[in-house]
């Protein structure tokens, strides 16, 4: 009888037990740590020009690092400066007829007024003293030399000559008196309108400037000198490279071997013996996917958790959407179950 199948099959038959016996009592190489997979994430700024004007000139690059308050960008500011130039020269104006006002009359107004007092009262006395002797001669010759017209002609020249007299008069006492205060105030608010103006027209100057809000890296630049730019329209598209960090899923079988703050190492296919450090900043409270409200016990442990690991990137080597390994340490989060059930 060949023995050599029977030989055969019991050393398959001890295999085969030996590797379900390591498999089911054996320790998991890496007990002490979680291994994710994610990618690299960072926020961006979308910039744009606060004015509608044709693009003078663009100052940097795509790739070109920034640094906050540097200047990008200025529109063509021409015709704002011609403008500002017309507002100053208004504020001029408007300044000297507001002093004019608080000034006063002048001491020649004045004494014009005076002289015109003076003459309407020449003139009131000799068409009173015409009047008289009119009067008079009318009595002495019983109206014979006299006629009725020429007296009622001498009457309505006194009383043109008296109520011109008046006239002078209030206007002598308007020249001193000065002018009103609402002029004064309606002049000062004049003035103010025109400072405002050109406040207004200062601001747009400055606001022709494109300057970076914060530290970053320019992705992309979208506009070109010449374009016209609108609030509308972004000139660049900034990447902010600090903080930078890595959004990876958990399942929720492992959500409660993780806490804020956990440290982590990462690990990048262009890099791999030169992992990065970093920690568990954000753990999110909502599953991405909930297939319905009430789960089996199966599907429930099938849903994800997003994380985000914040990456101490000094070198600058990670990159927008760059796949990363992240390796969680679960020392730390042991120690720390183990003191709060002591």
Do not use: C
């Not at 795509?62 to 208004?90: I, P, S």
């Not at 020449?122 to 002495?140: P, S, V």
């Not at 374009?227 to 959500?255: C, G, H, N």
């Amino acid at each position: 009888m060949n023995k050599k199948p029977l030989i055969v099959g019991a050393i398959v038959l001890l295999a085969a037990v030996a590797s379900a016996a390591w498999y089911f009592n054996r320790k998991p190489a890496d007990s002490d740590s979680l291994v994710l997979y994610g990618n690299v994430d960072v926020r961006q700024v979308s910039l744009a020009f606060n004015g509608s004007e044709r693009i003078g000139r663009l100052e940097v690059q795509e790739g070109d690092h920034v640094k906050a308050g540097q200047v990008l960008g200025m529109l063509d500011t021409r015709t704002l400066e011609l403008r500002a130039a017309q507002a100053q020269a208004q504020i001029g104006v408007q300044q000297q007829a507001l002093q004019r006002l608080k000034t006063g009359s002048r001491p020649e107004e004045v004494a014009q007024a005076r002289a015109g007092v003076s003459a309407a009262q020449a003139d009131a006395e000799l068409a009173r003293q015409q009047l008289d002797r009119l009067q008079g001669i009318r009595q002495t010759t019983a109206g014979r030399a006299v006629s009725q017209q020429d007296l009622d002609s001498a009457q309505a020249r006194q009383k043109v000559a008296q109520a011109q007299l008046e006239n002078a008069r209030k206007a002598q006492q308007l020249v001193v008196t000065g002018p009103r205060k609402e002029d004064i105030a309606q002049a000062q608010a004049q003035l103010e309108v025109a400072r405002a103006e050109l406040a207004l027209l200062n601001h747009q100057l400055a606001q022709a400037e494109l300057k970076a809000p914060i530290d970053a890296v320019v992705r992309a630049r979208l506009m070109e000198p010449g374009d016209m730019a609108s609030p509308q329209r972004p000139v660049f598209t900034l990447a902010i490279t600090d903080p930078k960090w890595v959004r990876a899923y958990v399942t929720e079988v492992d959500l409660g071997r993780i806490k804020p703050g956990m440290a982590a190492t990462l690990t990048t296919d262009s890099h791999p013996s030169q992992p990065l450090a970093g920690k568990v900043g954000y753990i999110s409270s909502v599953a991405e996917f909930t297939p319905k409200t009430v789960q089996t016990e199966e599907l429930r442990s099938s849903l994800v958790y997003e994380i985000r690991v914040l990456a101490d990137d000094k070198e600058d080597r990670l990159r927008l959407g760059m796949p990363v390994t992240v390796r969680l340490s679960l020392d730390g989060a042991k120690l720390a179950a183990a003191g709060g059930a002591r």
